[in-house]
């Protein structure tokens, strides 16, 4: 995701994405088809000069669920969207934040991304949804998914048996 800063001074960027629906306001649609599930998002800083995203990760990026009329100004997170890594890129270190969306959940979200240039803040403020709910094997399923395997394995070791016979 190619966050490329327009004004540092008004805070003003657009996001630009080959893999990811971009809407108005900079609005990410984060929607999966059948086969896959979450997204790994690698958010890099052009333009910019100087900024970096912070090592701390909880101060790279704050996020809250539900309402789009505003972005948080003070830490916060929400456990679907989560900051993963800041790694080097173009132009130098610390210029791509990592973000790991599980995407699990139908919810809008907001966040501000945060960078940083000595004591400079810069804080861009995009809205987020996420379309899909849920994965084909979730944590609930799992032992839905043992004993009903368990059955099938008993199954056909009993036909096999009587075949046997």
């Known amino acids: ?27 990410l649609n984060f929607a999966n088809d059948d086969k896959h599930y979450g997204f790994h998002i690698h958010y890099e800083l052009h333009g910019a000069d100087g900024y970096r995203f912070p090592d701390d990760l909880s101060d790279a990026i704050y996020v809250e669920q539900g309402s789009l009329d505003y972005c948080p100004q003070s830490k916060s997170s929400w456990g679907i969207f989560k900051p993963r890594d800041v790694r080097a890129g173009n132009g130098g270190d610390r210029r791509v934040l990592v973000v790991e969306n599980k995407n699990d959940d139908k919810k809008d979200f907001t966040y501000t991304l945060r960078a940083k240039n000595g004591a400079d803040w810069l804080n861009l403020d995009p809205p987020g949804s996420n379309h899909n709910g849920g994965s084909p094997f979730t944590v609930e399923d799992s032992n839905t998914g043992i004993i009903l395997g368990a059955v099938a394995a008993v199954a056909v070791l009993a036909v096999a048996f009587l075949a046997l016979k």
């Open 1 to 27: 995701m190619k966050v490329k800063v327009l004004s540092v001074a008004e805070e003003r960027f657009v996001f630009e994405s080959d893999d990811i629906q971009v809407g108005p306001n900079n609005h």
